[in-house]
């Protein structure tokens, strides 16, 4: 059996979003990666999407809290295509003042955490439902960038295949874990929810904003915000995010 195909039957042997941490870890060390992160990236106003990482808490709470989600070029970039790419080939703006740009400001806190290089990936893929779902998957390099160059002329398509694998895997153990939540919810199908928080829950499963929401029902944006936040809290969720995926395995709403 080749390397490539022992690195996807660990994945597929995984029966948890730990497991998938893990092994994933295991498997980019191989390939000389300090770390990963692995995000949905479905929408983009969504502040706090699910995220697989194994990148240090440090980093992680620094990208919160420079909402770097909103500047990262990477990230951006990952959104509009299908082919993997590393970060020295991503175009920064040039600063015309005093103020730097976000984007430039993103990758500079990511050498101060030590990081030389990286590689990004995006996948997009639908769920068990048919739900189309854009992620991206940043893998991070620590060593000289010149031995990056090397690793990635050779491993480039293997990291790539395993990517595709690993996104569907993450995903289907996403649904499993909160189908798993929802019992501690109750009855499967009892629906704690008014039907304006269904119906705002609903569009924005089909990926519209609140903004959005609020022109097609002809209420206002804090009307549409008053009416998620409530279902959030109904449902025992963290996000939005987490909220409407709760809803639709719970039977709650048709998307």
């Known amino acids: 059996m080749s390397v490539?195909?022992?690195?996807?039957?660990?994945?597929?042997?995984?029966?948890?979003?730990?497991?998938i941490r893990r092994v994933f870890q295991r498997i980019i060390e191989d390939y000389g990666f300090s770390s990963f992160g692995?995000?949905?990236?479905?929408?983009?106003?969504?502040?706090?999407?699910?995220?697989?990482?194994?990148?240090?808490?440090?980093?992680i709470d620094t990208y919160r809290a420079e909402n770097f989600i909103a500047t990262d070029p990477c990230l951006a970039l990952a959104r509009r295509t299908n082919l993997p790419f590393h970060w020295g080939s991503v175009p920064l703006p040039t600063v015309t003042g005093k103020r730097k740009p976000g984007a430039i400001k993103t990758m500079e806190a990511a050498r101060d955490f030590g990081v030389n290089e990286g590689l990004t990936i995006p996948v997009h893929y639908n769920d068990a439902l048919g739900r189309r779902y854009s992620s991206v998957c940043a893998l991070?390099?620590?060593?000289?960038?010149?031995?990056f160059?090397?690793?990635?002329?050779?491993?480039?398509?293997?990291?790539?295949?395993?990517?595709?694998?690993?996104a569907q895997k993450i995903v289907d153990l996403y649904a499993v874990e909160i189908r798993a939540q929802t019992r501690n919810?109750?009855?499967?199908?009892?629906?704690?929810?008014?039907?304006?928080?269904?119906?705002?829950?609903?569009?924005?499963g089909m990926g519209k904003t609140s903004e959005e929401t609020a022109v097609i029902l002809?209420?206002?944006?804090?009307?549409?915000?008053?009416?998620?936040?409530?279902a959030t809290i109904k449902l025992g969720a963290t996000n939005k995010t987490q909220a409407t995926v709760q809803a639709v395995y719970r039977g709650l709403i048709d998307i």
């Open 140 to 147: 991070f390099w620590k060593d000289p960038a010149n031995r």
């Open 185 to 204: 919810f109750g009855e499967l199908h009892a629906s704690p929810l008014t039907d304006r928080e269904k119906e705002v829950l609903k569009w924005a």
């Open 4 to 19: 490539l195909e022992d690195d996807l039957s660990a994945l597929e042997a995984c029966g948890s979003l730990a497991e």
């Open 38 to 59: 692995f995000m949905d990236a479905s929408h983009p106003w969504e502040d706090n999407p699910l995220l697989v990482s194994t990148h240090s808490t440090a980093w």
């Open 218 to 230: 002809n209420v206002s944006h804090k009307t549409v915000e008053a009416h998620i936040k409530s």
């Open 149 to 166: 160059y090397a690793s990635l002329k050779l491993n480039s398509v293997q990291l790539h295949l395993i990517l595709l694998y690993l």
